[in-house]
């Protein structure tokens, strides 16, 4: 009876040895042995079973001796990167007076950029009247009916998620697998200085800062927003102001 349970445990082990790294084009790895691999699919064998992978998602093979078998030549090993942003603080707004700005088209943007790229943009296109009456105003709204939310190309938005005083904008974003850990983050609130079938966005406030991005945990960034300071010198008037600031932190 020991003889066979002993050959059992040294074939395990030279399994285990030779188990291999299959690298997926989303990140993930997996170890195992490569029991066949076909123009379609490669079956490999885990603890935790049989699998067979899609040979498009396989980006290359780490044998066990650290040598590498790319599959997939120049396709690159890319994960997703979940970004959480909380919104807090007072509401963006903007008003015009009708009679200046006969033909304004009242629509206000956030757009988010990480690292110089847009990933994502909430446009606000509904004009609030009853806010300022007489004038055209817009308040920024998160709220579904009032915001539209789109990523780039990749990159999955969910819906804003609203409770009283803060709003919540998931991100995944796709990234290198050997991407920096850090990243530049910048919000901006836009306006449109163009028309509503040719919008041109016009940056009106902005806020930067860096973030880790993780493909495991929410990287979480609080956006404090408020008003600014006015200040006023004599017959001159306002000399400096600022009606809008946003603040990048951590969340709270």
Known sequence: MRAPALLGILALLAQTASAEVFVLVNGDRITGKR??????????????????IPRTQVVKI??????????????????????????????FWQAWEPKSHPNIDPSLRLEVRVDGDVVATYTDSRPDPRDMPGATVNTFSFLSGDVEAEGAPGVTV??????????T????????ADAPARHVLRLTYQVNSGSAGDPVWKDVVSA??????????????????GLGRMAYSGRKGMTDSATFVMELGPVQ
């Open 62 to 91: 780490v044998h066990d001796d650290g040598t590498e078998e790319r599959v997939n030549e120049g396709v690159a090993v890319v994960s997703t990167a979940k970004l959480s942003l909380v919104v807090t603080g007072q509401s």
């Open 158 to 167: 969910g819906p804003p998620e609203v409770k009283l005083g803060r709003a």
């Open 208 to 225: 930067d800062g860096d973030v880790p991005l993780s493909r495991t945990t929410w990287a979480g960034v609080q956006i404090k927003q």
């Open 169 to 176: 904008l998931r991100l995944e974003i796709p990234q290198a």
């Open 35 to 52: 029991l066949r691999a076909g123009k379609r699919v490669v079956l490999v064998q885990t603890d935790y079973g049989r699998l067979t």
